[in-house]
């Protein structure tokens, strides 16, 4: 029979699976040697036989038994003894840190005769009552299912009859009474008394716990942080102490850094005469940990040298939960501490240099997430700020624009040149085109999962949502924020990282960490958080497997992406390459009548083509350059239909015959489902000439480069490839080309696999290609069925809020449907061409967690957007690090 | 070291894959005592090898020495002996036939003496000097690769000059001049003179043979017929005999059985002093068979017991090519024949009969594509019709009209409520809206892979293409053939089956195979053909493991469908309840602005529902009905955005407020890709009410019907999931309904699978479903990423041509792909759950070939339309009585 009860001196903190985050801390500073009340904990094994079974595990009963009367002994007290009571707290803590998601118990042991003997033992009576009310309440809500509002009201009743509203005017008697009220609403609910036996207490808090992990909102949570559903909750039994036993006595939370800068010193916030809870919640305000020092000397001191173990011990910043009861410090909770960005880079090289991490450690402490942050524009630091607001930071960046309140305002002052914020109280499919306007998006309601937030985030727009103190009135177009009014056309600015909102223009800056990926700033000329990224980037690089190539379509791109580090283009896309001016030629190529008129067009556009090839291939000398060939439907490059039908039947008679030519072709090549139509490879089989064109303009750009003495490297792509034979085809034609252009032109040619069949026969495909390149992108709209553009806005906020996502698999890469494509394309790929060059151009090449199943799934390379190559490369190094390194703790 | 070489005696009929078919059974039929010519095979493992290597396989050339030496020994004489030349023929044979696509050489062994010794030898100079030109011009075209029509334009030009058309008229003469003429043809478009070794000759037509399976119209065919491309072909060298030697002399073809009746009987064609070709390309008119009785009394005799003796041997229908030289029978080829669809249900009913096989055996020997053609209706055989061309037999049917040579003629034809058939010279995807408003098409260009043959067969609408003595006036809107001229509005009956095209309205009845199923024929009183069909659909049924449901959305269909031989509903779509009188409903509930409106909207959708479901359930009583909950996005209930805006613009200041709200709703219902949108079990999860609406339904109505005593057993299917928190969110809604309806209903919650993601996750969404079923057309249209309506008009011809596909991914399903998914999704669905209930309701249910592959997997049923139920029964008894079945034979 397994254990299932871990005293807090047999744990450690690598149980963490078995004994949850919390109890394998306690159990470590236990060991460590520090005044943790003492107390026990029962396993998740426990709990998921619980969950499983419906019944708590056979001998567990006895196994706790045996461990509280251990307890007993060590506190020479009973569990709810009449004249001097044991009590304990039941409290949950899973594997992962849920806050708030699951229950608690405090005060279990207490009854009728044992709260005589908590008032006589502690000599506050008035103490004594109050935590017996408050155990009620909390077992009758959190075990008995009993409505809470219930308690509460009573509660404020209470006060309302003594014409007061703070508890603390609340005396003894009042508790008293309140603690009569409080069975009375048990009774009456529930149809049984409140259990006043301590151990059937402590039983039924044990099961309360271990239900709480199926609770809505933890299974909800769990959805959304993508927490595993079977883990379930260890049960923490730990003898309570008092923090509100009188002045002496308090609470605190402490961190062993600034979270915010990194710099080693005293943080944190004492409260004294009061509970944990008391803290948070804000009832009374705090003083700065350091008073603790004029307070209670001894124990502020041995407080820091509590601290100092345990930052020496876990090696990181950590976080502590405090009480002192009557002059004697009790650590309640130790967990290595929440952090900005810029004090994650600090921080990890700040340890290094103390010589307490290695390297990889260091780059194993920092992310591409909080690298991104660094590399947002920010509000000037030292400007003057009038901030009116703060809401949730839904989606990171600095905006500053007119407010306006509709999405047709939005479009129209975008149509002006104007800068706009787009405020609403909520964002619906409807303000679509107004986000895509606006500079940023302000909403007054709905969380980090609401649509504007979801969508925002999938634009890359950056957006503040649930400032709840914004009165926002659409009809009259203005807010409203205590005496503050904002009219549309009014300037704000939104810190989307950080959730303010100010009124007027605050100026703008770019970052320095991104001044130092351009080159601008010399990292021995940079403060300590751009000398702490260049020092761990360095270190990435070293130590990354994959290689980081960026998407750029010119040569400006291709440039930019090789400063931030790329080393390569993983993707240039040549549809952009036929917009503007040459879009002309593109509709002669659409409405050539014979092969002459078409390949007339072909011709025009070839001497363009060339010139973008060889700027590219200038800029990317040396680095290979994967070009993908003309993937869109061609209708792409014609009007849209409803409007030039609009225009059309609006001119009648007097419609020109280009319109009605054009019309004529839009109603021709007009598809349902143009994104599963005629493109990419298809086009290339079914239009004689098109690919050739690309291809010849593709070898002559390299050859002139091979004259000019350069070194281009192209590799041609041939995109939405789902067979074969396909391939085969495209690449005969290609080969012919390249021969006919001879000299020393080489190039690889390889394949997008972005369609689930591409990944499905990739043995197969692997024969005629030399690359495969995957495209995340539209793989991920093929294997969910949807497109990105029609379901983001209309569906994706509804999933993420019912946890269907976690994330938007556009964000991450969802390992099981799209990632188990991947891994069958790799392995299976690489069995048939075992040196088959793998990459992936998708939008997750810049996307940490992705990155990392990448590397997982071993292609050589990511290729991301060129503002998100650092991300990209820092991510490479830590994925390698974490599967490769040696173990540097 | 592999044996290369295999004489006629040493091989069999079972070696096809190692002698080629034509090998296999000219061993055979040696081993059998039938006169077949003395020769031997070169196995396709040598062509293999010589393909791979690009050289004949060491040791080839001395085994066939050593087998030529033995042939030279067996026949007296030696290969090109001067006096008396021994003469072979170098021909293909793979495994499966490809008529046609490969090389055969003649008369090898000829040159400047052997000539004149076969001159000597047979009396006939002009015989020898035309064998020789004959030699010439095979082996220059074949194996040296000279362009053919120069020869033929030598022979004609000979012939011109002597002033006649006629073959005969040439003198040995005329054919030792046109020997000179060759050779010098050879010399110059070679620079080598023609190799008048005989040994190097059969060398080098060996060698070309091997390189003829790699020919452009080999692979083509190949791919075409789904060929494995690496098979390779055997070549048989056989000693030459000759049927032209003079009035003693001919050759024939014979059937042992009629091959469109299967009546046992004499069947074939005779031609005497002619050569094989000579049959075949119609020179000269052929006589019966039977007439060979009075010709050669003994050698008729000799035949008849042939046939006799290879039909009891081969226990089929076999077709046989044979020669008579000089009054010699003897035996060229066999194999087991073609024959029509009703030929092959009498015939293997007729075997088994005879006790020659058992009916597992005849099952085999009948396939789902045969049965359908005997579904279709047909032109009454009796009636009077004026054939006025013939074409291909692109898409079977049997359709009339009036002819029109426009699209558009024929939407506005149709939309007069008149019946057409397209006339085009050969159709585009323009043509598309006409193919869907006529009753059937016609081409007078192009092959069975052409875009009218393709479209039409996609869409089952009757089409003869290819019917190249139709000239077709588009301009003038009329068709010539000889005398003939239809013009525009003449009515024209077409033979999808046949490929005849009749003038005038020819009757048409439905087919007594139908009457059969319909059970307005019983077997006893149908002709032969019902009662085959009857007794093999019986055995069909005992033996099938897959079960055969069908898709059908109204009681009418329910009812054909049982009495089709349905045992459940596959698939019921809900969504075309929602059309006609009661799209307003639906409109309202997508106008629907508040709560209110919407649970109105719905509340009145819902007795209709019931009252469908009812009569469905009713039809179907004791066999499950598995109905699916909405599944298309709403706007498609809606007005076409482009048509209602022209409308409204059109209309300006006086458009309607109706259309000015519905166009509003069309705008934000808009989708680019409406394919990969807002539907199925994502607008149940959007939609408050909709799929509750639609359990309640379903529920309401079995209740009624198990208050009538009745046996419903409905299963609710929720569409377009893709993970399993979709469907448990879907699936927790249903339960909730079912149990607030109570009572005794019950009814099983499953799924389709229907997007990638679905069938590579089915291990975690059989956790929520209690059955899958494969919705392959979506399934295909994701994992190929490519819309049906989309595609199938623009380039799905192309690619036939391009041999990307054998057959279209819609008519039979793609094993490699889409098939790999529903292999995963079996596998791993029943490993979750191992009574996971599977079936598949995709078009793919009814397609035989399709079929097999779903019994092969495992599946518990398909689900077709209707009229497809007798196809996929006789398919899944065939698939049963192939894969587990005792060996019959």
Redesign the interface.
């Known amino acids: 029979m397994p254990k299932f009860v871990y005293d807090f001196t047999e744990g450690n903190k690598d149980l963490k699976d078995l004994l949850g985050g919390k109890g394998a801390n306690l159990s470590e500073m236990t060991n460590l040697g520090l005044p943790v009340p003492p107390g026990f904990t029962i396993t998740t094994e426990a709990c998921r036989h619980y969950l499983a079974e419906g019944a708590v595990p056979a001998g567990l009963a006895e196994e706790i038994t045996e461990h509280l009367t251990a307890l007993e002994g060590t506190m020479g007290k009973k569990l709810g003894q009449a004249d001097d009571p044991l009590l304990v707290s039941v409290r949950s803590g899973a594997k992962f840190s849920m806050p708030g998601m699951m229950d608690t118990v405090l005060n279990i042991g207490l009854n009728d005769e044992s709260v005589l003997g908590l008032a006589a033992q502690s000599g506050n009576e008035r103490f004594a009552w109050d935590s017996y009310r408050r155990l009620i309440q909390m077992f009758g809500k959190t075990v008995l299912g009993v409505d809470g509002e219930l308690f509460e009201e009573s509660l404020e009743e209470l006060k309302h009859a003594k014409g007061t509203t703070d508890d603390l005017d609340l005396t003894a008697a009042d508790f008293q009474k309140l603690v009569g009220t409080f069975k009375g609403i048990v009774r009456e609910r529930t149809g049984r008394e409140f259990p006043t036996e301590p151990r059937e207490q402590m039983d039924l808090a044990v099961k309360a716990v271990f239900d709480s992990w199926n609770s809505d909102r933890a299974i909800l949570y769990r959805?959304q942080e993508r927490i595993p559903t079977d883990l379930g909750t260890a049960v923490n039994i730990c003898s309570m102490v008092f923090g509100n036993l009188g002045m002496d006595s308090g609470t605190g939370v402490a961190f062993t850094r600034d979270p915010a800068s990194g710099q080693q010193g005293v943080y944190g916030d004492y409260l004294q005469n009061a509970q944990g809870e008391d803290v948070v919640a804000g009832i009374r305000n705090t003083v700065p940990l350091a008073d603790l020092g004029q307070i209670n000397e001894p124990v502020y001191r041995q407080l820091l040298q509590i601290m100092e173990t345990l930052e020496n011990h876990y090696l990181d910043l950590c976080d502590i939960e405090f009480t002192v009861e009557r002059g004697k410090l009790w650590m309640l909770q130790t967990r290595v501490g929440k952090r900005t960005a810029a004090a994650a880079f600090r921080i990890a090289c700040q340890l290094a240099d103390q010589g307490l991490i290695d390297l990889n450690e260091a780059i194993h402490r920092v992310n591409g997430d909080q690298l991104a942050q660094l590399m947002f524009p920010r509000f000037d630091a030292a400007a003057p700020k009038e901030q009116i607001a703060k809401g949730m930071n839904a989606s990171p960046g600095a905006a500053v624009g007119k407010a306006v309140f509709s999405s047709e305002a939005a479009v129209e002052a975008a149509a002006r040149g104007e800068k706009v914020i787009l405020v609403r109280r909520e964002t619906t499919?409807?303000d679509l085109t107004g986000m895509i306007a606006a500079q940023g998006i302000l909403t007054s309601r709905g969380g980090k999962t609401s649509h504007a937030a979801v969508v925002a985030r999938g634009m890359g727009k950056t957006c503040v949502c649930g400032a709840e103190d914004l009165d926002v009135d659409v009809k009259a177009r203005r807010l409203k924020t205590g005496d503050v009014v904002v009219q549309e056309g009014d300037v704000l600015s939104i810190d989307g990282s950080t959730g303010a909102v100010y009124l007027g223009e605050v100026p703008v800056s770019a970052s320095p960490v991104v001044r130092y990926f351009e080159g601008e700033l010399a990292p021995a000329d940079g403060d300590e958080l751009v000398q702490s990224v260049h020092r761990l980037m360095v270190h990435a690089d070293a130590a990354a497997r994959l290689a980081v190539r960026a998407n750029a379509d010119t040569p400006e791109d291709s440039e930019r992406a090789r400063r931030f580090g790329a080393t390569g283009i993983g993707l240039c896309r040549t549809e952009h390459m036929f917009l503007g001016e040459r879009r002309q030629l593109v509709e002669d190529l659409i409405l050539a009548t014979s092969d002459a008129e078409r390949e007339a067009a072909l011709d025009a556009l070839a001497p363009f083509q060339k010139e973008d090839f060889h700027g590219i291939l200038k800029a990317m000398d040396g680095l290979p350059v994967t070009i993908r060939l003309i993937d869109p439907p061609l209708h792409e490059f014609l009007p849209d239909?409803?409007e030039l039908?609009?225009k059309v039947?609006?001119a009648g008679a007097d419609a020109s015959d280009k319109d009605r030519r054009l019309l004529e072709a839009v109603h021709?090549l007009h598809?349902?489902?143009?994104?599963?139509?005629?493109r990419g490879v298809?086009l290339g089989?079914?239009i004689p000439g098109l690919f050739a064109m690309q291809v010849r303009a593709i070898a002559e750009a390299a050859a002139q480069r091979l004259s000019e003495g350069g070194d281009p490297r192209p590799e041609i792509m041939i995109p939405?490839v789902?067979?074969i034979?396909?391939l085969e085809?495209a690449r005969e034609e290609a080969e012919q080309v390249l021969r006919s252009v001879g000299g020393e032109v080489k190039a690889l040619i390889g394949t997008m696999i972005?369609?689930?069949?591409a990944a499905?026969?990739a043995g197969?495909i692997a024969e005629g290609a030399e690359f495969f390149s995957f495209g995340t992108n539209?793989l991920t709209?093929?294997?969910?069925?949807?497109?990105r553009?029609?379901?983001e806005a209309?569906?994706f906020s509804?999933?993420l809020e019912?946890?269907?996502?976690g994330v938007s698999p556009f964000e991450t890469l969802?390992r099981?449907?799209?990632g188990?494509?991947v891994r069958i394309a790799v392995e299976e790929g690489r069995r048939t061409r075992p040196d088959l060059k793998l990459g992936v151009c998708g939008e997750h090449g810049g996307d940490p967690e992705s990155v990392h199943f990448f590397h997982e799934v071993g292609l050589d390379y990511v290729s991301c957007s060129p503002f998100r190559v650092p991300v990209a490369r820092l991510e490479a190094g830590r994925a390698a690090v974490e599967t490769d390194g040696s173990d540097s703790r």
Do not use: I, K
């Not at 709209?781 to 497109?787: A, D, K, L, P």
């Open positions: 959805r499919p409807d239909l409803t039908s609009v039947a609006l021709r598809e349902q489902n143009p994104m599963l139509g005629l298809r089989l079914v939405l789902g067979s034979q396909e085809h972005e369609l689930p069949r499905l026969t197969q539209d709209q093929t294997t969910w069925g949807f497109s553009d029609d379901v209309s569906f509804r999933y019912l946890g269907v996502f969802d099981d449907g799209v188990r494509l």
